[in-house]
């Protein structure tokens, strides 16, 4: 009889043992690890359809330029000296010239001015860093000189590529 | 001390050990859970957020006196200009989750009100992950410690 019963409390102090180890592993924390991470984002857009027509010139003179700044562009980068390009896909009769200039953002960027638009890219605006920011102007210059004659009114898509930094 | 004294206060305490050791768990699947990239923007406005499982937890409360909340930190600062959000699913039972919270490396609820006796496993765990243009182009690990608080 002592023998079972110091046999039960072997087993029941056995059992503690593991019960208190169960005890000491209850686990009221833990660490889960996440990566987070950034890929390199360049992003640009356009709005806006402009149609310039020339339509007078002063005597004597080449047929007077007109302007259309009703576009505007918009653009997002991660990155450090991102650059905009523009280019046209074919180019324009002889006498023609189609000039755009693209406002810069804001943080260092700088605006190339109004360049005149050919089946090479130029660049339009430089220096553009880790900024979003859109409704920036866009500003198309169509000229001619006489020799150009009378065009049809032709649609002309404008390429606009940005060029990471690093 | 009698063998059957030796046997009923043994048995007392493994009853005793039993309890405390049932008394609270938490734990994650997986340990390392998926990768949170940022790869996209809308021109003009800040890169897009991302979301993605964290996979689920498991919570054990079976005693009165135990825990009722749950809260999450960080380890660490995340990179400058970015934000680690988590959400963790309510266990049932009449817990609450707090839906989507932001991380920081101090201790905030994400669940509320854990009942004294639950035992739920399989609760979604969703995260957040945001950065401004600003943010640059990065990859980091991050820790997210989650425990269980009064």
Known sequence: ?166 | MSPRLVALVGTALLLVGSRVSAAQTLSVVPLTASTLTVTSAVAGQQPTAVSGSGGTYAVVTLNKTAYTTITARLSAPLPANTTLSVTLASPGSGAVSMGAVQLTTSAQPVVTGLPSRLNASGNSITYTFSATSAAGVLSQPVSVIFALAP
């Open chain 1, 1 to 166: 009889m002592n023998t079972r019963i110091a046999r039960r409390g072997a087993l029941a102090i056995a059992l503690l043992t593991f019960g208190l180890a169960r005890s000491a592993s209850a686990q009221t924390s833990t660490t889960q690890s996440v990566t987070v991470a950034v890929n390199a984002i360049n992003q640009i857009a356009f709005t806006g359809s402009p149609s310039l027509t020339i339509t007078t010139a002063a005597a004597g003179s080449n047929p007077t330029s007109v302007s259309d700044a009703s576009a505007t562009w918009a653009v997002t980068t991660n990155q450090t000296g991102a650059k905009i390009t523009g280019s046209i896909a074919s180019a324009l009769p002889a006498g023609i010239t189609l000039s755009v200039s693209l406002a810069a953002p804001t943080g260092g960027a700088v605006s190339a001015g109004s360049q005149a638009l050919g089946t090479t890219a130029v660049d339009l605006v430089t220096g553009i860093t880790k900024l979003a920011q859109g409704s920036l102007g866009v500003t198309y210059t169509l000229s001619a000189t006489a020799a150009a004659g009378v065009l049809s009114s032709t649609p002309r898509v404008v390429t606009y590529t940005i060029t990471g930094g690093t």
